[in-house]
């Protein structure tokens, strides 16, 4: 079975966001499985939690959270129609990608190259419950919007 694609990159972004929101502790493989389920797949559906969750002392949440805080960038290149910003409007070309963690939220925004100014990407915010998980948002968001090829 196929799994349809957004209509829009935006919501796509959107999609991954809410993906990752439930998948505390995804593999990136699972943030697709649940990327999919968010935009709406019929066939979709999470997969189930790990058996084991792992023990205290290999867990290391602040080193984590101090390189989540400082955000992921990316260079892409937007595909065809752009990326939905909300202050701009639709951006094209060549653009860097950050994902950025403040607090609990997400938020994915993007920039022309070398520029000052960045835009957030319309429809991409959402909590994460653990700050770990910025890694896969900023994963599928430049999976989706990175259209190189056009």
Excluded: C, F
Excluded at 39 to 49: L, Q, T
């Amino acid at each position: 079975m196929t799994t349809p694609e957004p209509t829009t990159a935006a919501g796509a972004a959107s999609a991954a966001a809410t993906a990752a929101t439930a998948a505390d502790s995804a593999t990136p493989g699972e943030a697709a499985t649940l990327a999919a389920a968010a935009a709406g797949s019929p066939g979709a559906s999470a997969p189930a939690a790990p058996a084991e969750a792992p023990a205290p002392a290999e867990a290391a949440p602040a080193p984590a959270a101090s390189a989540a805080s400082a955000g992921k960038t990316t260079d892409i290149v937007a595909g065809q129609g752009g990326v939905m910003t909300d202050e701009v409007g639709v951006v094209t070309g060549d653009l860097t990608l950050r994902t950025e963690l403040s607090g609990d939220q997400v938020t994915v925004s993007v920039q022309y190259k070398d520029a000052d100014e960045w835009y957030a990407v319309t429809g991409a915010k959402a909590i994460l419950k653990d700050p770990a998980d910025v890694e896969a948002v900023h994963a599928v968001a430049v999976g989706i919007l990175n259209r190189p090829e056009g």
